[in-house]
């Protein structure tokens, strides 16, 4: 069980907010009992409270294990939910007050040496709400499968190699056909723990007046994407990972007034891992992500201005564990990120953050602990804070330090 208070339960805030200035309460509780081999069942509960409002959620779920290959799982839920909403705020985006909905989800899976399939049916009301926990999208139907067979030559250098099919269908409840995609693949695996993989996905994609204000009709987008990822730890002192991706892409942040329109993207993550010694540890990462104007794709706008310009979101992240010992480590973590945006393209303003995360940890054994921490937090915003012409937070091109941090924690394991 687990019961929290927290004093900011609204992502607006606002006076005609009703939940402004006020606390939420949340109570979660789960109970699961094993049955048979490696099978269970159980049932859970959510609620969250704020002055008045409530959002309750609860379901029942089983897992079986059919044999040595095969396993299902299950899962029901049910909420009632009670919006706060006046004249001038509707936090939930509907004209009712009480909603009650109900989700299903349906998982049967096949794990094997050669064999791999994976199924997930999923289904979300209009009216289901879970605000203790995560829902990417009411009012959908949703069918996800996977497929996979390798063949084994286990070669001197080869191991295995072989094609993968990933498919995704949406519908919502009035049946429209809102996604199709599908993921043909090949993947090879050789010595040193090192991958190969090939993707390529055409998809579609119909857009709808309720998920995008802006939008008239439900309008649809037919995009792609090619993809190439590769891992290994084939170095002893050294790992990588690498994705990139490139196509087209929706971008749903459009400048104020356009529809969602169809993008030439391109991403990359990559993971570089070094071990220099037993003792340092180092992880670094890259991910560009990267939207810019794509002149064959169909121009779906009302009657305004062309668009132009890019929108890039860079975050490169350093991570470095060294171990002084058995019970005393030091680890830190710097993080910046920046959001280049032309509002010629985008809704999105250009936003830049440096992040330095400090800890020294005496571990003694588990449970019984010392922590001593800093943090830093570097952003372009304005000191004194103000808001631009649009309402949003005011920035500029230097960074300032808008938030430091430090704490000492102590954990003590009584044995009886």
Known sequence: MLAAETSSPGEQVSPNNPLFNQHALFAVGRVSRDIGSQSSVGLLYADREANGFFNR??????????????????????????????DNFNLFNTTGLYQAGSAAEVVLQRDGRK?????????????????????????????????????????????????????LQTFDHEGNHINASYFPSLRFEFVGLTFLQFWFAPEMERLRPQDFDVLDQIRMYNRHTAEVQVDTNYFRKASLHADVRIGTRVNYDP???????????????????????????????????????????????????????????????????????????FRFIGEYNAVLAN????????????????????????????????????????????????????????????????????SYLFRF
Not at 287 to 308: D, T, Y
């Open 57 to 86: 959620v609860g379901s029942v779920d089983a897992r079986f294990k059919i044999n040595d290959h095969w396993a299902t799982s299950l899962q029901a839920a049910f909420s009632g939910t009670i919006n706060p909403q006046d």
């Open 115 to 167: 064999l791999n399939y994976y199924l997930d049916y999923s289904d979300r009301s209009p009216n289901f709400r879970t605000l203790a926990g995560f829902d990417p999208q009411p009012d959908i139907r949703q069918l996800y499968q996977r497929a996979q067979y390798s063949f084994r030559p286990e070669g001197k250098h080869l191991i295995s190699w072989g094609p993968m099919l990933e498919m």
């Open 255 to 329: 400048p104020d007034g356009y529809f969602p329109f169809l993008a030439r993207r391109t991403t990359a993550n990559l993971t570089l891992t070094v071990r220099p010694s037993q003792s340092l540890r180092i992880d670094n990462s890259y991910i560009l992500f990267r939207l810019r104007q794509c002149s064959e794709c169909p121009i779906l706008q009302p009657e305004r201005p062309a668009l132009s310009g890019s929108l890039n979101d860079h975050i490169i992240r350093s991570k470095w564990n060294y171990q002084f010992n058995k019970e005393l480590s």
């Open 343 to 410: 509002k010629n393209f985008t809704s999105l303003h250009t936003t830049k953050n440096f992040n330095a995360d400090f800890l020294i940890t005496y571990l003694v054994h588990p449970n019984t602990a010392v922590y001593v921490g800093y943090n830093s937090n570097l952003e372009n915003v304005l000191s004194p804070l103000g808001l631009d012409d649009n309402g949003n937070l005011a920035r500029g091109s230097r960074l300032i330090n808008d938030g430091r941090n430090f704490f000492v924690k102590a």
